[in-house]
Antibody
C-alpha cells in the first residue's frame, strides 16, 4: 500500500523551531520529487516547498523562504521540513505529497498525500 | 487572495450537474501549465481527482470530468451524489512566482 505518514507537529512558541518528517512506503521513494503543502485551520491549500528526487533542485514559497529548509534521505525513504523562526501564520496542518515527476518541472500533480501533521505556533 | 480563483461555494440537488470554475492568468493556466483537481472530504487529506486537465486516476468515477481553455479550467460533476459533498481545489504552476499554486477552494453542497 502506498503511504505517506507525517510526524513532528506540535505546539511551539513564536520564534522557535520544529522539524517535520514524512515516512514513505509502498513505492520507490527516490523515483519522485516531493512537496510540503499546508492548510491553515478552515482555510485552503498552500504549497510550501518542493525537492527533486536527488535534492539537486529545491523551491520554496515566498512566505517561508529563508526560514524553512526541505530535505530528503532516500536511504531512509524520508522527507523533512526544518522550520525556523516560526510565526503565528505558520499554524497549519502540514501535508507531504509526492510529485508525479522526478524533477521540479511544474507540470505534474500531487499524489498521494499523507494525512498531515498539525503545527500550532502560539505563546 | 489565491492566484487561482474559484467560487467559494456551489450547490446542486442529487442527480444534477454542477461545474466549478478555476480562473488563472497568463503566468499559470494561460501559459500552458496543466490544471489538476483535488477533492477533500471533511476531515481528510486532499485526494487527486483530475490530472493533466482532463484525466481521471484509476478509481475516480466518470461522473467527474475536467476541461481547460485559455486562462481557465473547469471541473464538472454529473449525477450528483451525497458523497460528493466536499471541498474541491484546482492546482497549477505559476512561472512568475516560480511555484505551485492552488485555488482558494470550492465547497460543494448536495441539497
Amino acid at each position: 500500500e502506498v503511504q505517506l505518514v507525517e510526524s513532528g507537529g506540535g505546539l511551539v512558541q513564536p520564534g522557535r523551531s520544529l522539524r517535520l518528517s514524512c515516512a514513505a512506503s509502498g513505492f520507490t521513494f527516490n523515483d519522485y520529487a516531493m512537496h510540503w503543502v499546508r492548510q491553515a485551520p478552515g482555510k485552503g491549500l498552500e504549497w510550501v516547498s518542493g525537492i527533486s528526487w536527488n535534492s539537486d533542485s529545491i523551491d520554496y514559497a515566498d512566505s517561508v523562504k529563508g526560514r524553512f529548509t526541505i530535505s530528503r534521505d532516500n536511504a531512509k525513504n524520508s522527507l523533512y521540513l526544518q522550520m525556523n523562526s516560526l510565526r503565528g501564520e505558520d499554524t497549519a496542518l502540514y501535508y507531504c505529497a509526492a510529485d508525479e515527476d522526478t524533477a521540479l518541472t511544474g507540470v505534474s500533480w500531487f499524489d498521494p498525500w499523507g494525512q498531515g501533521t498539525l503545527v500550532t505556533v502560539s505563546s | 487572495q489565491s492566484v487561482l480563483t474559484q467560487p467559494p461555494s456551489v450547490s446542486g440537488a442529487p442527480g444534477q450537474r454542477v461545474t466549478i470554475s478555476c480562473t488563472g492568468s497568463s503566468s499559470n493556466i494561460g501559459a500552458g501549465y496543466d490544471v489538476h483537481w483535488y477533492q477533500q472530504l471533511p476531515g481528510t487529506a486532499p485526494k487527486l481527482l483530475i490530472y493533466g486537465n482532463i484525466n481521471r486516476p484509476s478509481g475516480v468515477p466518470d461522473r467527474f470530468s475536467g476541461s481547460k481553455s485559455g486562462t481557465s479550467a473547469s471541473l464538472a460533476i454529473t449525477g450528483l451524489q451525497a458523497e460528493d459533498e466536499a471541498d474541491y481545489y484546482c492546482q497549477s504552476y505559476d512561472s512568475s512566482l516560480s511555484g505551485w499554486v492552488f485555488g482558494g477552494g470550492t465547497k460543494l453542497t448536495v441539497l
